[in-house]
């Protein structure tokens, strides 16, 4: 062994022991430090929204800038009616578009197709919102529940897309043979074996879209616009709770502040209860041992 | 120099399960001595347990007396990075840094114990590479290929001299040939039979062939305990115990 | 491949049609095989009654269905574009280049430069990207490396709770709640200690670009950290053990055998982050302040592409406004086009193009 300074002589040196140990405090005060604001905000929502929470609240309409009182009642409900929509198309064009990807597009143009769709996914709200407003709004010459319906719509077809696509790719191959092979058309194999097979996956795939467009603002700012009065028809600006939010956090009235932060908690409830709704339906509707 | 590696009662569990019990073993410096088994008889465990890898898998812990040379490997104020820097381990998948050339994976572990002089790591790497017999191979593209672009024996050959510049005094090699070709297998079994002049060698293998073609002894796992231990000549030959000569003549395994 | 049972059939030439075998006692074998025919002929039957040959058309017909879906999201894009285009038209054609580096915003006289948003939207991106990186590249070594295992859902699931979160409740919070505590202690505090860099400078508003970066970083956190955490999986085992048995503490085996493999898509997740904090609108308009000058000091008000759009859009006063808005508005979609795009190639290269971990 020719005996240059060896390694074998070399001791762990303090500065590597004290390097160690920064790098796990830094960590451990990066989890931290990202934690602490998630609890502050929720905090806050729950000890400010409970504050102004009542049912005069939930049932009543905005009162005129400056006087106490009223609710977002029409705000509720018009998001309820937005979402609804938004998801009575998207959803839909979401899965078939997932279904082509997964099931018929493994080529390049289905690789295109991918692209494209996560184009969209990537592209900001408030763009959403610029081309629905001239594509619809414009056209009609109104704001209506319609177009930010339409707005919502687009935001979630690339989530529901991707999270059908993935689910079906898991859908092991035998499963699909076995089907074809008992004379079942391929179509009715695909909704009905491969589709119920990765139901669960695509339902949570359909849940997270609806969580995420749920709270959107910037694409209702131009197509619904938000209205203080309940709407008469689906063609006119109807109220939206995250809009509602957004007007009365940035208004002048200390009044219109408590009832932002009720509205949030609301919204956030929403958000949470839909989760949570489609979590248990999904559970119990899944056999013991599938997975 | 290689230095001799005793062990006292070592136990080891993965959570609940026991791996290892009670096993005694004096392994001489300087020797090649190889561990058999059926699979799941504890092999790699053991050996994993002597540079303290063993512990660095959830849940599982190790107690008992491991002596290298006069390192108490299980003492209270033992650190296990030191321990792993003084015993070396070669895996059964070659594992070479994809990210660094063939020069930057032999010098990583120079680099991460503090070695800053450029011109000795530059011999020390030399020196590794020929002993584990890739130098002349690599020589003129030390700096520009990848660890990874090299063939499985070479990389093999690449992590052995990765765990040699580091100038540990033990040599664990976990099933090394494994994963490998019968010509990369005959060139590291070669290269073993190099190394015990400057190292101690412990070697896991399920290849019986190759422990009567590589060690001087071998020691037979079965279940967690070791049941016989001797030269390799007489294991293969004139085993003590009924169930070494059932292993070695195919009766189960 | 297209199975058999796809084509349209007709019945094979089954025992139904030949003749059964005529003989005493029938062999094992023989008995089996006439069974077999008989219920495969039978099964055949059954299907053809519920599936008519017809099904060949439904195929098609789904398939034009969903081929249609596909196309759809083309079509959406393709709307979106064209109404982006044609719709900034008059400020094109107006300013050309010039719209990009004039600072004046001047609705009055008709003279807009987006200078001042592009800037606000790069200060506030870098700005929360310099808070966010460490931060989730920490939460992530923290989760996949150093997390106790029982801990390790609780954490992760927090972490991604962050950006389920609206980004309308982030901004309410970041009004009522940041603001004057940046107002009230961080900004004073600031401003006593680094003052001499000049970016701490003018009245302690609350409101301005920092309360923006802050608010920003916040939420670009989950998305950076959860990329970061699914690479970090992906390198596999081998690699930390052999960084651990050259006797390497755990810090170098993190920052050797982990951290270094998963270069890339680090990267990848960061500028996707970026993505995301380009294009983030409600938070960010609700506590920058709405100016539209550019200022030196990150206490000082401003505007971001996005946010100014949010601000003025509904009051454009005149066509010329409104299609400046909407160049804008061009602006952010390519520029978010290509930070996304970027991103996705860096996490492929490590993933694989449908997000699974190559083997």
Redesign the interface.
Same mark, same amino acid.
């Given at each position: 062994m020719p005996d240059s300074p060896s390694v074998a002589t070399v001791k762990?040196s303090v500065f590597?022991?004290l390097?160690?140990s920064c790098?796990?405090l830094?960590?451990?005060?990066?989890?931290v430090?990202?934690?602490l604001?998630?609890m502050?905000?929720f905090l806050?929502?729950l000890i400010?929204g409970v504050q102004s929470l009542n049912w005069a609240f939930l049932t009543q309409l905005p009162k005129p800038p400056g006087e106490v009182g009223g609710g977002m009642a029409n705000a509720i409900v018009g998001s309820g009616i937005i979402l609804a929509m938004a998801s009575l198309v998207g959803i839909?064009?979401?899965?078939?578009?997932g279904?082509?990807?997964a099931?018929?597009?493994r080529n390049a143009f289905g690789?295109v197709?991918?692209f494209?769709?996560?184009?969209?996914?990537?592209?900001?709200?408030?763009?959403?919102g610029?081309?629905v407003?001239?594509?619809i709004v414009v056209r009609q010459k109104h704001f209506s529940a319609f177009a930010g319906s339409a707005a919502l719509a687009?935001m979630m077809?690339?989530t529901v897309?991707r999270a059908t696509?993935?689910m079906l790719?898991m859908v092991p191959n035998n499963i699909r043979?076995a089907a074809?092979?008992?004379?079942?058309?391929?179509?009715?194999t695909?909704l009905s074996i491969s589709l119920r097979t990765a139901s669960a996956g695509v339902i949570t795939g359909c849940m997270l879209a609806f969580?995420r467009v749920?709270?959107?603002?910037?694409p209702l700012?131009?197509t619904t616009?938000g209205n203080q009065y309940w709407s008469r028809s689906l063609n006119q600006p109807t109220a939206a709770l995250?809009l509602q939010?957004?007007t009365y956090?940035?208004s002048p009235y200390d009044d219109w502040?408590k009832q932002?932060?009720a509205g949030?908690l609301i919204?956030?409830v929403m958000?949470v209860a839909a989760?949570a709704a489609v979590r248990i339906v999904t559970s119990r509707g899944t056999l013991k041992g599938a997975s | 120099m290689g230095v001799g590696i005793e062990v006292r009662g070592l136990n080891a569990w993965y959570g609940k399960n026991q791996a290892l019990k009670s096993i005694d073993m004096t392994v001489p410096a300087n020797h090649v001595t190889a561990v058999i088994g059926p699979s799941g008889c504890g092999k790699s465990t053991f050996v994993r347990c002597l540079?303290r890898?063993h512990e660095?898998i959830?849940e599982a812990r190790a107690e008992g007396d491991v002596k290298v040379g006069d390192l108490e490997v299980y003492g209270a104020d033992t650190d296990p990075?030191?321990?792993?820097?003084?015993i070396?381990?070669v895996?059964q998948?070659p594992?070479?840094?994809?990210?660094m050339s063939i020069y930057d994976n032999v010098a990583?572990?120079l680099k991460?114990?503090g070695f800053g002089n450029r011109k000795q790591i530059s011999e020390l790497v030399e020196r590794s590479l020929k002993m584990a017999a890739l130098w002349d191979e690599v020589k003129d593209t030390l700096h520009k290929k990848s660890g990874a672009s090299l063939s499985g024996g070479q990389q093999q050959r690449l992590?052995i001299a990765?765990?040699l510049a580091?100038e540990p005094e033990v040599l664990l090699m976990d099933e090394p040939a494994s994963a490998l070709d019968p010509i990369s297998t005959s060139k590291i079994e070669e290269l073993i039979f190099q190394l015990k002049q400057h190292y101690t060698v412990v070697i896991v293998t399920h290849n019986m062939q190759q422990a009567a073609r590589v060690a001087e002894l071998t020691g037979f796992f079965l279940m967690g305990s070791l049941i016989e231990y001797d030269k390799t000549e007489k294991i293969f030959t004139t085993p003590a115990d009924k169930r070494t000569e059932d292993y070695i003549t195919g009766r189960f395994g | 491949m297209i199975?058999d049972?796809?084509k349209p059939t007709n019945p094979p030439a089954s025992a139904e049609q030949t003749p059964k075998p005529v003989s005493a006692i029938p062999t094992l074998a023989q008995a089996a095989t006439e069974r077999k025919a008989v219920t495969r002929s039978a099964?055949?039957e059954r299907?053809r009654k519920t599936?008519p040959r017809s099904?060949?058309i439904?195929?098609t017909?789904?398939?034009v269905?969903?081929?249609?879906?596909?196309i759809?999201?083309?079509a959406?894009?393709a709307?979106?574009v064209d109404?982006?285009i044609?719709?900034s038209h008059p400020t094109l054609h107006a300013f050309g280049i010039r719209f990009f580096y004039n600072d004046e915003w001047d609705p009055v006289n008709g003279d807009f430069g987006a200078r001042p948003f592009i800037f606000g939207t790069l200060v506030s991106s870098f700005l929360a990207l310099l808070l966010a990186v460490?931060?989730?590249?920490?939460?992530a070594?923290?989760?996949t !490396?150093?997390?106790p295992?029982r801990l390790r859902p609780v954490?992760s699931f927090?972490?991604e709770?962050?950006a389920?979160?609206?980004?309308?409740?982030?901004?309410?919070?970041a009004?009522?709640?940041l603001a004057p505590l940046l107002r009230d202690y961080i900004q004073p505090a600031l401003a006593k200690t680094l003052d001499w860099t000049g970016l701490f400078t003018g009245p302690p508003l609350g409101i301005g670009m920092l309360a923006a970066g802050i608010i920003l970083a916040?939420m670009v956190?989950p998305i950076i950290?959860s990329i970061t955490r699914e690479v970090l999986t992906a390198v596999?085992q081998?690699?930390? !053990?052999?960084?651990?048995?050259?006797?390497?503490?755990?810090?170098?085996m993190?920052r050797?055998?982990v951290l270094?493999?998963a270069?890339i898509g680090i990267v990848g997740g960061i500028i996707l982050g970026l993505?995301r904090a380009?294009? !983030?609108?409600?938070a960010v308009t609700?506590v920058i302040g709405n100016s539209n000058y550019i200022s030196k000091s990150l206490f000082a008000p401003g505007n971001t592409m996005?946010s100014v759009?949010?601000n003025e859009?509904?009051e454009a006063t005149g066509d010329l406004h409104l299609a400046a808005?909407?160049e804008i508005?061009l602006a952010?979609?390519l520029v978010?086009?290509i930070v996304?795009?970027l991103a996705?190639l860096l996490v492929w290269s490590i993933t694989g193009?449908?997000?699974r971990v190559r083997a």
């Open positions: 762990i590597r022991r390097t160690n790098a796990t830094f960590a451990i005060a990066a989890a430090l990202v934690i604001p998630l502050a905000i806050y929502l400010k839909p064009v979401g899965i078939g578009c279904i082509y990807l099931e018929y597009g690789d197709v991918r494209t769709s996560d184009v969209l996914n990537g592209v900001p709200s408030i763009v959403i610029i081309a407003y001239s594509l687009i077809v690339p897309a696509e993935e790719l043979e074809l092979g008992l004379g079942i058309p391929k179509w009715r695909t969580a749920a709270g959107e603002t910037a700012l131009f616009l995250p939010i957004y956090a940035l502040h932002a932060w949030a919204l956030i958000i989760v | 540079n890898m660095t959830p990075v030191e321990v792993r820097r003084r070396g381990m895996f998948k594992n070479p840094f994809p990210t990583a572990g991460l114990n992590c990765r765990s580091v | 199975p049972s796809e099964a055949l299907i599936h099904s060949g439904q195929d017909a789904f398939r269905l969903i081929l249609f879906t596909a759809s999201v083309f959406i894009v709307f979106i109404q982006l044609s719709k460490p931060l989730s590249i920490g939460v070594v923290y989760v !490396e150093m997390c295992t954490v927090l972490v709770l962050l389920a979160i609206p980004s309308v409740i982030y901004g309410l919070w009004v009522f709640v916040i956190v950290s596999p081998n690699q930390r !053990e052999a960084v651990l048995a050259l006797g390497a503490t755990r810090w170098e993190i050797m055998g270094r493999n270069r993505g380009l294009g !983030e609108t409600m609700m996005a759009i949010a859009f509904s808005l909407v508005g952010l979609f978010t086009l996304n795009a996705r193009p449908t997000g």
